[in-house]
């Protein structure tokens, strides 16, 4: 049986215990013979992967492929983003599973496994990037594909982010200030950090609606803490609203009720 590996930053020893058992799959030029085709890929549902510093992630693979004499396996699925990063699951060890759509089609399924808490771990936050997937299928007349590139899904750092309204409660007319952090997984050290320098909206939703306007758009400070005032109206709710980067997932913080008097 193979070793499958998680997901993750992978130091130089065991990146090459993945070359050893299949790395050059992935590696290798997109190939294949006959009519056989890969329909559609999708990773953790089209979602990005994020993850924090302590739970293990999984992300459900699929892979839709027909061929005129039907499917009978996707022998391999893989990942991998920034050197030394990869991982692959395998038909042959039960980890990827086959079923007929049709005579002629069929999905494959298979989990991939972050754990930033893994021996291996996660050894540089440089893993938050776009992943490429690879996979090779085969059909029953022998026909196989293989797709360096199938599709592409990002892996991002999990986000935090609080707010504060005070004073409370507070009279019309008076100055109410805001605070809060944003900060997020490192995966150096497995904590939180503050995320400096990023655009984060104040919002507030009015009591007895369902609906938050932005009030207007500040930036982190250098430890991620966030600052600033506004007139105080009527009673309602106000929250911090990251919309995220390329690197860090997108997160609002739980509104905090402000009475007003």
């Not at 030029?29 to 510093?53: E, H, L």
């Not at 808490?117 to 440089?126: E, K, L």
Request: glycine share 8%; hydrophobic share 35%.
């Amino acid at each position: 049986m193979r070793t499958t590996m998680r997901l993750a930053l992978l130091g130089t020893s065991v990146a090459l215990v993945a070359t050893a058992i299949g790395a050059t799959t992935a590696q290798a030029a997109d190939g294949g013979s006959g009519n056989i085709t890969i329909d559609k890929v999708v990773v953790n549902g089209g979602k990005p992967v994020v993850v924090g510093t302590t739970n293990v992630v999984s992300a459900k693979v699929s892979v839709t492929a027909s061929d005129d004499s039907g499917i009978a396996q996707t022998t391999y699925i893989s990942a991998y983003g920034p050197k030394p990063n990869y991982a692959q699951i395998w038909y042959d060890d039960g980890e990827i599973t086959c079923v007929e759509a049709s005579a002629t089609t069929s999905t494959c399924t298979g989990t991939l496994t972050f754990d930033p808490q893994a021996s291996t771990g996660f050894v540089g936050n440089n893993a938050a990037a776009t992943w490429n997937l690879a996979t090779l299928v085969s059909a029953n007349d022998y026909n196989y594909i293989h797709r360096d590139a199938a599709t592409t899904f990002k892996v991002q750092r999990y986000s935090r982010l609080t707010v504060n309204a005070s004073p409370e409660p507070v009279k019309k007319g008076k100055t109410i200030t805001v605070t809060g952090k944003l900060s997020r997984a490192n995966w150096e050290d497995n904590k939180y950090h503050g995320y400096a320098n990023q655009s984060v909206k104040l919002q507030f939703r009015k009591k007895g609606s369902n609906t938050y306007t932005t009030v207007k758009t500040i930036k982190s400070d250098a430890t991620g803490n966030l600052r600033t005032t506004v007139t105080a109206s009527t009673d309602g709710y106000f929250r911090y609203s990251f919309a995220g980067t390329t690197t860090t997932s997108a997160v609002n913080a739980t509104g905090d009720f402000m009475d007003v008097r």
